[in-house]
């Protein structure tokens, strides 16, 4: 049994983790309240929508004895104003899902899938160390006895 916020390895019976002290008792509830009515909400404004166009576009015609010019012009612009909500809804139902999977995916992997050995390679041996800046550059007290 791996955490599920950190990805380390757990014994039976813990209530919390050892490595970041989450709650193992907790299970995250999933809401999919928002997603439901997301879905409720484009379905019956795409089905009303069209309901709309085409009663309207009868009632127009029949009732109004408008010419078929206009009667298509008011069924373009009520097509217009569904699509464009539609577009909305199905974006922000996008946005809902993404942020979900993405909290699901923010987790670390189990530690069976990493390596089993993390040491660094070694290298090959590196050559000769450099010589000091200030080797045979420095005075000493005896070079400066001489030059007097």
């Given at each position: 049994?791996y955490?599920a916020?950190?990805?380390?390895?757990l014994t039976q019976?813990?209530?919390?983790c050892?490595?970041c002290?989450?709650n193992?008792?907790e299970?995250?509830?999933?809401?999919?309240?928002?997603?439901s009515a997301?879905?409720?909400?484009?379905t019956l404004?795409?089905?009303g929508?069209?309901g709309?166009?085409?009663?309207?576009?009868?009632v127009?015609?029949k009732g109004?004895n408008l010419?078929?010019?206009?009667?298509?012009?008011f069924m373009?612009f009520t097509?217009?104003?569904?699509?464009?909500?539609?577009?909305?809804?199905?974006?922000?139902l996008s946005?809902l899902?993404?942020?979900k999977?993405?909290?699901k995916?923010?987790?670390?992997?189990p530690?069976s899938?990493?390596?089993?050995?993390?040491?660094?390679?070694?290298?090959?041996?590196l050559?000769?160390?450099?010589?000091?800046?200030?080797?045979?550059?420095?005075?000493?007290l005896?070079?400066i006895?001489?030059?007097?």
């Open positions: 049994m955490c916020n950190c990805g380390t390895p019976g813990l209530s919390y050892n490595r002290g989450a193992l008792k299970r995250p509830e999933v809401s999919t309240g928002a997603i997301f879905l409720t909400a484009i404004i795409g089905l929508g069209l709309v166009m085409l009663a309207g576009a009868l127009l015609r109004a010419s078929q010019e206009l009667i298509g012009v373009l097509f217009l104003i569904i699509s464009m909500t539609e577009i909305v809804l199905v974006r922000n946005k899902t993404s942020a999977e993405k909290e995916k923010n987790y670390f992997p530690p899938a990493m390596p089993q050995d993390l040491r660094l390679t070694q290298g090959a041996p050559g000769e160390p450099v010589s000091s800046v200030t080797e045979n550059t420095t005075r000493t005896e070079y006895r001489r030059e007097q």
